[in-house]
């Protein structure tokens, strides 16, 4: 069963950047799985932020991360990347990786088996 285990979450101010890992401490995160990263802010919904795609790689952003946002995969590091420049007070937020094998809907939390515990992003305006 995959494990997941997020890091690099800290405060940053605005106009920073961070970079966040997912890690597999059991389980490989290669090309069988699709990888996203969805954050829940203070009292709002868990949003879907981007999701990089089983076996092809391909990529997906929600609106108001594109442009500022990558995704990758480093199958040698068995490890998920999301790199966040131009971060804003509204990129607050726990940010936590998820996977599944197939998603037809890739920025849909439900859709997805495996979750790790969350790391906090805060950007400090």
């Known amino acids: 069963q995959l494990q997941l285990v997020e890091s690099g979450g800290e405060l940053v101010q605005a106009g920073g950047s961070l970079r966040l890992s997912c890690a597999a401490s059991?389980?490989?995160?290669?090309?069988?799985?699709?990888i996203a990263w969805f954050r829940q802010a203070p009292g709002k919904e868990r949003e879907g932020v981007s999701c990089?795609?089983?076996?092809?790689?391909?990529?997906y952003y929600t609106d108001s991360v594109k442009g500022r946002f990558t995704i990758s995969r480093d199958k040698l590091k068995n490890t998920v990347y999301l790199q966040m420049n131009r971060l804003n007070p509204e990129d607050t937020a726990v940010y936590y990786c998820a996977a599944a094998p197939l998603v037809s809907r890739p920025l849909v939390a439900n859709l997805y088996d495996y979750w790790g515990q969350g790391t906090q992003v805060t950007v400090s305006s």
């Open positions: 059991r389980g490989d995160l290669d090309y069988t799985y699709a």
């Open positions: 990089i795609s089983s076996r092809t790689d391909i990529t």
